[in-house]
């Protein structure tokens, strides 16, 4: 019996390495920006949007990817560089939206659209890497795999010939929590031997990457086989025509927090051989305005004194700033236009500081209010009002006269003269 119980043992041992096996989730992550990030650093062209796609294996719930930049010194994250997969893949007609839906299902293809900057033009290899987390890297989620991806930047100049025709933005009134759309529309213009296509819906680091994450990139042109093409920046060489032929891109983004946006796409192509050249900037943008959800406070700052007093060199200022309405919120106060010998309190919102006989002139400064949180979750440091002082007016220190030795020899003179005049009337 115990040969048979030893047996049993090792059995379910086995049956136990075998489904630990099984449960190895394989990832597969692929590069659908070629190895050039194409820029023109001259012009304010100094970012754009890497894509990459990734596949399982296995059902993974919940999948998060981060784009490690840390081992470049010429590209870095616009934004944290970190996107939970929230939204499957298209795979309607062309302008079909993307369907929300988390992680990943075995063999179905998700993509990650990482909006990255470059500061300098180098031909060395930049190295990135694509880090998977089966959960929120800042939480409980761990390191699955990691792919490393070699980049280098390359200047283009600007090709009137192609010109992006429209551009235009979906809803108009965006709240946070939708989804909207760029669609632009323009002309290849004749494509060099070379033959680059490269679409890319930013073209500054100024877009908001982390409040306006884009999820889905549908690109339809006309006569390639390949049409439409989701979620790819670089269009496959073999598919790229030499003649003129038009597209349509909608570049679809999801509204994570209330913001300001405006952008230019713009389009890298081979013009005349293997250079490449970069879309105008000029004939498309657009600017999207996410105001806050109905029910958030509107904040009120006010200072006690109402009327701020001025200041005297070495006598002590206090101001105190404070925040309505209250309880509804609770807020913290902020300022990055304070001068040297004033300080504020974040928690109190108390401005303090005692100037000294060089701090003459006038003073200006803007004190901010942050909700920090009792309000709905969207509004949480949404609303902020900034009080701008501009009557804080120092006057400079009367000036004592000093004598030096020769003044004091000469003051003793007129007084001994002067006495002797009056010794004379006398």
Known sequence: ???????????????????????????????????????????????????????????????????????????????????????????GAHGTDPIGGLGLTAGVPKAVFFLVKASAVTATNQSLGVKVYDGDPSGSGSLQTTKLFNFTVADTIQASSNKVKTVITIPNN?????????????????????????????????????????VDSDIQIE??????????????????????????????????????????????????????????????????????????????VTSTPASLPDAVPGVPYLVTFSASPLPQGTYSFHSTTLPSWLSLNSTTGVVSGTPGPADAGSVSFTVTALDSGDDPADCAGQAQFGFTVDAVVIPPPIQVPTLGAAGLALLALSVAGAAFLLIRRG
């Open 223 to 300: 006569n390639y086989a390949g049409s439409p093409y989701r979620n790819i920046a670089l269009i496959p060489q073999g598919d790229v025509l030499t003649t003129d032929n038009c597209y349509d891109e909608v570049f679809t983004f999801v509204i994570d927090t209330v913001g300001t946006a405006s952008t230019s796409p713009s389009n890298f192509i081979t013009s005349g051989g293997s250079n490449v050249k970069h879309t105008t900037t000029n004939s498309g943008s657009f600017q999207v305005v996410v105001p806050p959800p109905p029910g958030c406070s509107t904040i009120t």
């Open 1 to 91: 019996m115990k040969r048979f119980a030893g047996m049993g043992t090792l059995l379910v041992g086995s049956l136990l390495v075998a489904v630990s096996a099984r449960a190895t989730v394989t990832y597969t992550v692929t590069s659908e920006s070629g190895s050039v990030m194409h820029t023109d650093l001259g012009n304010g062209l100094d970012a754009t949007y890497l894509v990459f796609q990734i596949t399982s294996d296995t059902t993974v719930p919940d999948v998060w990817l981060t784009l490690d930049t840390s081992a470049s010194s010429i590209i870095s994250n616009v934004g944290n560089g970190v996107h939970q997969l929230r939204f499957n893949m298209s795979t």
């Open 174 to 214: 965006p709240t946070i929590g939708e989804l909207g759309r760029i669609t632009v529309t323009g002309c290849t213009g004749t494509v060099g031997s070379g033959k680059v296509l490269y679409f890319s819906p930013v073209s500054s680091d100024t877009w908001p990457a982390d409040a306006f994450e884009f």
